[in-house]
T-cell receptor
Framework: GEDVEQSLFLSVREGDSSVINCTYTDSSSTYLYWYKQEPGAGLQLLTYIFSNMDMKQDQRLTVLLNKKDKHLSLRIADTQTGDSAIYFCAESGANGNTPLVFGKGTRLSVIA | GAGVSQSPSNKVTEKGKDVELRCDPISGHTALYWYRQSLGQGLEFLIYFQGNSAPDKSGLPSDRFSAERTGGSVSTLTIQRTQQEDSAVYLC????????????FGPGTRLTVL
């Protein structure tokens, strides 16, 4: 079945860049997503990328997609303490409006 | 504007009791999803409603779990005869039926089964 894998923990110093990696198995995924979950809060969509794109940049966030290797990454430039959260990678199916398949989340800790 | 809301925010129950969790999606969103987030786990899909179509129940872990969506809006997730392994955060999401499938999540209901 579909599977999404990501490392569980990442620790960076404030001001450094963070790179969170994700691999997925469903080659028919149309969209790939990054969600952020702060303590005690629901999931917030950070960004998404369409499967025919290689890169998407949005302010401090850069998403890279290697479709051949089914590898997705999220780079956060100039990481701040407010970026401390759990980041979930998710993939959609081939059609819109299908349930997402999520990874287990990467807990990002930013050290001041 | 109002986002997805869920109630209660916290629920503590005894093993064997039934519980009902409520989700109010964003007005006009035709798709509604329930997920479960257990400690240290990712989000596990439970059930999905899309318009008037029959729901996709393929993620429900057992027949103790059921969900309804009345009038294409509010949804209730019911867990009968709760077990300790049902303890988790239950998240509801809705989407507009747009191609990009952006799902908006509620804050979740934290269920604790003693």
């Amino acid at each position: 079945g579909e599977d999404v894998e990501q490392s569980l923990f990442l620790s960076v110093r404030e001001g450094d860049s963070s790179v969170i990696n994700c691999t997925y198995t469903d080659s028919s995924s149309t969209y790939l997503y990054w969600y952020k979950q702060e303590p005690g809060a629901g999931l917030q969509l950070l960004t998404y990328i369409f499967s025919n794109m290689d890169m998407k940049q949005d302010q401090r966030l850069t998403v890279l997609l290697n479709k051949k290797d089914k590898h997705l990454s999220l780079r956060i430039a100039d990481t701040q303490t407010g970026d401390s959260a759990i980041y979930f990678c998710a993939e959609s199916g081939a059609n819109g409006n299908t349930p997402l398949v999520f990874g287990k989340g990467t807990r990002l800790s930013v050290i001041a | 504007g109002a986002g997805v809301s869920q109630s209660p925010s916290n629920k503590v129950t005894e093993k064997g009791k039934d519980v009902e969790l409520r989700c109010d999606p964003i007005s006009g969103h035709t798709a509604l999803y329930w997920y479960r987030q257990s400690l240290g786990q990712g989000l596990e899909f439970l059930i999905y409603f899309q318009g008037n179509s029959a729901p996709d129940k393929s993620g429900l872990p057992s027949d103790r779990f059921s969900a309804e969506r009345t009038g294409g809006s509010v949804s209730t997730l019911t867990i009968q005869r709760t077990q300790q392994e049902d303890s988790a955060v239950y998240l509801c999401a809705s989407s507009l039926n747009g191609e990009d499938n952006e799902q908006f999540f509620g804050p979740g209901t934290r269920l604790t089964v003693l």
